[in-house]
């Protein structure tokens, strides 16, 4: 049974069917699918969903999806209390919802591209393809691996090595742009007008976004049927903060959860903080930037859907930070040292403008708090690898084991001294 009505413009609200259209005829404004949320009372409930499967089809029926083909292993990350932390930050009740381990490519974009990809498959497409900053050229095109369909993705030319290989390794078809990302994007939007692929982030967007609500449908799930009162999402495009707030709302509207006016937080690079800039400056126009940070995950200067990520801000009473690259390695550091976890750089600048927030009062201390984690940190090495002590290799005896020991207790912090350091390289 599908709840789904059809595509709903959001601007002017003109009804359209399920196809693979993005862009409303009436004004050109975005497409959004439509549930018929009336429909589903009392039968989506919290029962209904845990007996679902352990993966983000789980949330099935809150999806425009009808035959699932990939995602089976997808979503269903760990929302873990980090209590070592909070300690450090001086905060009660703080919690990080980790999509640096959701599998099969370690970030937050299994969840989008599962659901994009299975409706490709739905429409009959036989290729698909995407615009990407890494992460989701990584996932589209392991996704497009387990679906057996063709695959082509859209990257700027200088990402990181393990996010140009963690595409490659699955077979697509690469294109390495020269130019940032809003340069891919423009290019893929006539390729997919002209080839007639699906381009889930483009052609796709509207079943796409979509995917991204499971992000909160599992936060508020996996904290007994609650929201945190704050948020702290990352923004690129644009997609998953907006689409966490609907999430939250769609439980509420459902009854699954109560409403407790949870506010969402906005995270991004100092080097491209479009969207934070004009929550700062109170005005919804969003003005592009050529971006600069070692965040090139999150690197968009002129989001597709900024304007609304500015709105969910400003409707939920939440406000956004930006943070600078050595807040943001200091950051990565920080969640690796308490927690255990290796975030990449955009969980990097979402935990220090977490950071900024609960210093400045803006978020209190007492209330509950959600990190959210969107990458892994294996995939961009590079932007640690100088501020990290790299030991230098000794001799297998008890005598060299003991003067590197007493060197490292000299040096204290991290136990390998600057000059070991040196002479490693
Ligand atoms: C894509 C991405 C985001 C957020 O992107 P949106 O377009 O705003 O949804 C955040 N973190 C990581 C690691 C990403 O790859
Ligand atoms: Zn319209």
Redesign the pocket.
């Given at each position: 049974m599908s709840y789904v009505l059809g595509l709903k413009c959001k601007e002017c609200g003109h009804r359209t069917t399920a196809t693979p259209v993005h862009v409303c005829e009436q004004c050109f404004g975005p497409y959004e699918v439509e549930y018929d949320y009336a429909a589903m009372k009392g039968k989506v409930t919290r029962e209904s969903i845990q007996s679902g499967p352990h993966s983000l089809w789980r949330y099935q029926d809150l999806l425009p999806v009808s035959k699932p083909v990939t995602g089976f292993h997808s979503g269903m990350t760990p929302l873990r209390r980090a209590d070592r932390l909070a300690k450090e930050l001086g905060c009660r009740e703080l919690w990080i919802k980790d999509d640096s381990c959701n599998y099969p490519t370690y970030?937050?974009?299994e969840r989008?591209v599962s659901v994009a990809i299975s409706k490709a498959v739905e429409f009959g497409f036989d290729t698909v393809g995407c615009a990407s900053?890494?992460?989701?050229a990584n996932s589209t095109a392991a996704h497009a691996a387990i679906a057996g369909i063709k695959c082509y993705v859209m990257i700027p030319h200088d990402l990181e090595t393990g996010k140009v290989l963690g595409s490659l390794v699955f077979g697509p078809q690469m294109v390495r742009i020269k130019g940032n990302y809003d340069d891919v994007n423009r290019l893929c939007t006539e390729v997919a007008d002209k080839y007639g692929w699906a381009i889930i982030n483009v052609n796709l967007r509207p079943y796409y976004t979509e995917g991204?609500k499971t992000f909160g449908f599992e936060i508020a799930e996996q904290l007994g049927w609650k929201l945190p009162q704050h948020t702290i999402s990352?923004?690129?495009?644009?997609?998953?903060?907006p689409?966490i707030l609907k999430g939250y709302q769609e439980f509420i509207e459902l009854g699954i959860v109560e409403d407790n006016k949870p506010r969402l937080y906005a995270a991004q690079a100092a080097g491209c903080n479009p969207v934070v800039k004009a929550i700062h400056a109170g005005n919804d126009i969003i003005e592009p930037q050529k971006p600069h940070t070692i965040a090139k995950?999150?690197a968009?200067g002129n989001?597709a859907?900024g304007y609304y990520?500015w709105h969910g801000i400003k409707d939920s009473n939440g406000w956004g930070e930006s943070a600078t690259d050595e807040e943001i390695v200091d950051a990565i550091k920080l969640l690796a040292r308490t927690e255990g976890i290796w975030t990449?750089p955009?969980?990097g600048t979402t935990l220090a403008c977490a950071i900024k927030l609960i210093n400045s009062g803006r978020i209190p201390k007492d209330e509950s708090i959600c990190i959210c984690i969107?990458?892994n940190g294996l995939k961009t090495v590079e932007v640690v690898q100088d501020s990290l002590p790299y030991p230098r290799a000794i001799n297998a005896t008890l005598g060299e084991f003991d003067a590197l020991l007493s060197e490292a207790s000299q040096a204290g912090v991290n136990g390998i001294s600057k000059r070991a350091l040196v002479a490693a390289r």
């Open positions: 970030s937050y974009k989008v900053t890494g992460n989701l991204a990352p923004v690129a495009g644009g997609t998953i903060l689409k995950s999150i968009i989001p859907d990520v990449e955009a969980g969107t990458g």
